[in-house]
């Protein structure tokens, strides 16, 4: 069981970095045309903050035997940290503000949620509460690409709804899912 529960951790590492990996596509194209056009900048800005507080509960003195959710958290909060300020620096300016914001919000999140774990919390009650925070915002981060639905409606048109970003974040979610089954971990399978 222990190999079948890492074996589903690094498929769900394989799997996360082609989710972190896949919006490379839309980046190259907002470089090249020095515009974000109408794609939204909230689904990184929320797996920013998903990767940041996954990566937080994935270290051993939170919750041991998942630093496999650490590991590949760490690497994805440093991708969307470029996606994030790319994106807002080719934003039209209320967009950039709107963006700027919620990045503030992100990282303020992230920080009461560490210091409140490292500082108040011990043992079962501090992985509670990052377990809980990080399945919050995983919940947020897999239903974020939906708020480019508006889009895709009045368009008829998934032009701005990248495909590997759904299939990745399918696959992500499907793998990670099955980890926590095995690892008995709801915090990992119930997003």
């Not at 900048?41 to 937080?56: D, E, H, K, R, V």
């Not at 950039?96 to 490292?118: G, Y």
């Not at 501090?126 to 239903?143: D, E, H, N, V």
Request: charged share 10%; proline share 5%; hydrophobic share 55%.
């Amino acid at each position: 069981m222990e190999i079948l529960h890492f074996v589903f951790g690094v498929l769900g590492n394989a799997a996360a970095l082609f989710l972190f990996l896949a919006p490379v596509i839309t980046f190259r194209r907002i470089l090249k045309s020095k515009s974000t056009e109408q794609f939204s900048g909230i689904p990184y800005i929320m797996t920013l903050l998903n990767c940041l507080l996954s990566a937080w509960y994935g270290l051993p003195f939170v919750s041991p035997h998942n630093l496999l959710v650490s590991t590949i958290n760490f690497t994805g909060a440093t991708i969307e940290s470029i996606y994030v300020l790319v994106y807002i620096v080719f934003a039209p300016k209320k967009m950039r503000k709107k963006m700027l914001i919620l990045l503030s919000m992100v990282l303020t999140v992230f920080s009461t949620v560490a210091l409140v774990s490292l500082f108040a919390l011990h043992g079962n009650g501090r992985k509670l509460f990052c377990g809980f925070a990080a399945t919050i915002f995983s919940i947020c981060m897999y239903a974020s690409p939906l708020s480019i639905m508006r889009v895709v409606i009045t368009t008829k048109s998934v032009e701005f709804m990248p495909f590997f970003l759904s299939l990745f974040t399918f696959l992500c979610g499907t793998f990670w899912f099955i980890y926590g089954l095995l690892g008995h971990d709801p915090f990992v399978a119930e997003p």
